[in-house]
């Protein structure tokens, strides 16, 4: 069965301190691999996509990086607005489009 | 604002009884999909909608129900509601059969059943 977990479930960090979130998976046919930001009370809302081992896409202070069982979405000098909720996602499978998501890694960021 | 518009926000019923959660996807997006997110289970995918077709099935329950109009409004029909189907369910929507992963979520509606 697919499977995406997520690790660690929260972490709390000083502004500008560095670092970094797992996303480990196992399913069949892995089509690529997603990161969303949830913020308390909303939708999750759509970060990078990363297709095949190698693959890194950054934005603003996030980076997210790929390899054949795992994923890091790390987080560089970190602000406070950074704080949410990330979820990594899969898309597996010939016949079928839906994403898997693993159950996320509570972000803390204080000043 | 991701352009996808859920009613009702919030929503509190008593066990046994029947609700409707409806679905407005972005203006141009052919899918809809449904997910339920509850505290200990995270985000688990219900059901897709691509043009008015079921194009995919989740782990949704024969209590749940869900279709997708001409109109691409799609609607979740919740019955015989336990307490354990007290969640935010949220309806995404994507261009074109979710290809891309690039799917553009609601703000969900929150379900409480008492």
């Known amino acids: 069965e697919d499977q995406v977990t997520q690790s660690p479930e929260a972490l709390r960090l000083q502004e500008g301190e560095s670092s970094s979130l797992n996303c480990s998976y196992t399913?069949?046919?892995?089509?690529?691999l997603f990161w969303y930001r949830q913020d308390p009370g909303k939708g999750p809302e759509f970060l990078f996509t990363l297709y095949s081992a190698g693959e890194e896409k950054e934005k603003e202070r996030l980076k997210a990086t790929l390899t054949k069982k795992e994923s890091f979405l790390h987080i560089t000098a970190p602000k406070p607005e950074d704080s949410a909720t990330y979820l990594c996602?899969?898309?597996?499978?010939?016949?079928?489009?839906?994403?898997?998501f693993g159950t996320g890694t509570r972000l803390q960021v204080f000043p | 604002d991701s352009g996808v518009t859920q009613t009702p926000k919030h929503l509190i019923t008593a066990t046994g009884q029947r609700v409707t959660l409806r679905c407005s996807p972005r203006?141009?997006?052919?899918?809809v999909y449904w997910y339920q997110q509850s505290l200990d289970q995270g985000l688990q995918f219900l059901i897709q909608?691509?043009?008015?077709?079921?194009?995919a099935k989740g782990n949704i329950l024969e209590r749940f129900s869900a279709q997708q109009f001409p109109d691409l409004h799609s609607e979740l029909n919740l019955s015989s509601l336990e307490l354990g189907d007290s969640a935010l369910y949220f309806c995404a929507s994507s261009v074109v059969g979710g290809v891309t992963g690039e799917l553009f979520f609601g703000e969900g509606s929150r379900l409480t059943v008492l």
């Open positions: 996602a899969v898309q597996a499978g010939r016949n079928t489009d839906k994403l898997i």
């Open positions: 203006s141009g997006d052919l899918s």
């Open positions: 399913v069949s046919g892995l089509r690529g």
């Open positions: 909608y691509y043009n008015g077709e079921e194009r």
